[in-house]
Nanobody, 123 residues
Framework: QVQLVESGGGLVQAGGSLRLSCTASVRAYGNFAMGWFRQAPGKGREFVAR????????DYADSVNGRFTISRDNAKNTVYLQMNNLKPEDTAVYYC????????????????WGQGTQVTVSS
């Protein structure tokens, strides 16, 4: 069983930064592709960023490209999401997710999820 625990959310003003962390309790963490998703009130869960198991490839939604950076430290079983130049429309609950081997932009293809962490950006 894979358990994911996110941290680092909070309230920030527009233009500010936050760094989210997600730590996994699992063996062979490097075998898992990781993704970040978010869900705003009244909306579906949307893709934000993903990273391959070895961390050599990353991919971003157009809405965050150039502002957010996904990275991972496999020695710590942790994936990060550095969020810069935050905007009010980034307000959402952010989730990390894990998937064995291959990565995906589709949330329904990730079997393992964290509990989510709230990010609120004030204007």
């Amino acid at each position: 069983q894979v358990q994911l625990v996110e941290s680092g959310g909070g309230l920030v003003q527009a233009g500010g930064s936050l760094r989210l962390s997600c730590t996994a309790s699992v063996r062979a963490y490097g075998n898992f592709a990781m993704g970040w998703f978010r869900q705003a009130p009244g909306k579906g869960r949307e893709f934000v960023a993903r990273i391959t198991g070895g961390g050599f490839a990353t991919d971003y939604a157009d809405s965050v490209n150039g502002r957010f950076t996904i990275s991972r430290d496999n020695a710590k079983n942790t994936v990060y999401l550095q969020m810069n130049n935050l905007k009010p429309e980034d307000t959402a609950v952010y989730y990390c997710a894990a998937r064995v081997v291959t990565w995906s932009r589709r949330p329904d293809e990730y079997p393992y999820w964290g509990q989510g962490t709230q990010v609120t950006v004030s204007s």
